[in-house]
């Protein structure tokens, strides 16, 4: 079965470009597009798309608010959000990866990647940038703890294998790479990787990476 896909973009000519680049796949179905958050929010509700391009700044609503709407607490749904942002330096990014997207894409990313983007995030996996997701994160330090705040409780449910590949996670480094890293295998680092976010009650490695750097075990600009 195709992808659904909800379009979210107050740009209606990027809408249309967008269009063009998905229906070119045959696993791939655009079902509707959005002006802005508010309609967003009814197109999800009536279409039940399985990956929704949200666009961060719209009208009447933006995409942080509407991300969180459609992937918050209490929201049984299928869709998983992707936002699209035209600056890789966007503090909006980092806050709609806390209210639940899936991942983030820069607009005038090849079409092969913004596909390959979404089939990622349909078959559940986060979409993650690393080298952008590091410098998003790094440069809006300020707004996450300075590291001399108490450790999470729920840090310590943790395992001390699981915290190293929890930091491997927050840098940004793949399952092969973090298997390298520790020299064992990829299977055991998805089951690692699984006990993370079933400890932590977190959703994805995209909320796994912003909760190092929330409770301070990763330090902004270190390595």
């Known amino acids: 079965m195709a992808i659904r896909v909800l379009l979210v973009d107050d740009q209606p000519l990027l809408r249309t470009g967008f ?13 509707g597009e959005a002006g802005d958050g508010l309609q967003a929010l009814d197109q999800v509700r009536a279409l039940q798309p399985d990956v929704v391009l949200m666009d961060i700044r719209m ?54 990647e913004l596909v390959q983007a979404i089939r990622v995030v349909a078959a559940g996996e986060a979409m993650l940038a690393p080298s952008i997701t590091r410098r998003l994160l790094d440069k809006y330090a300020g707004h996450l703890p300075s590291g001399d705040e108490p450790v999470p409780d729920t840090l310590h449910t943790l395992t001390e294998r699981e915290v190293e590949v929890l930091k491997l996670v927050a840098r940004g480094l793949s399952n092969a790479e973090i298997a390298a890293d520790l020299f064992v295998s990829e299977t055991t680092v998805k089951t690692h990787v699984g006990h993370v976010l079933t400890k932590l009650g977190l959703r994805d490695r995209v909320q796994a990476a912003v909760y190092a750097y929330e409770s301070g075990l990763v330090r902004p600009g270190a390595q």
């Open 19 to 31: 269009r063009m680049i998905l229906e070119a796949e045959q696993d791939l179905a655009v079902v």
């Open 59 to 112: 009208p009447r609503m933006d995409g942080v608010e509407a991300t969180r709407q459609i992937t918050g607490p209490g929201r049984d749904g299928p869709a998983k959000v992707l936002v699209l942002t035209t600056f890789d330096l966007d503090e909006y990014v980092v806050e709609a990866l806390r209210a639940g997207a899936s991942g983030f894409l820069l607009k005038d990313a090849p079409a092969h």
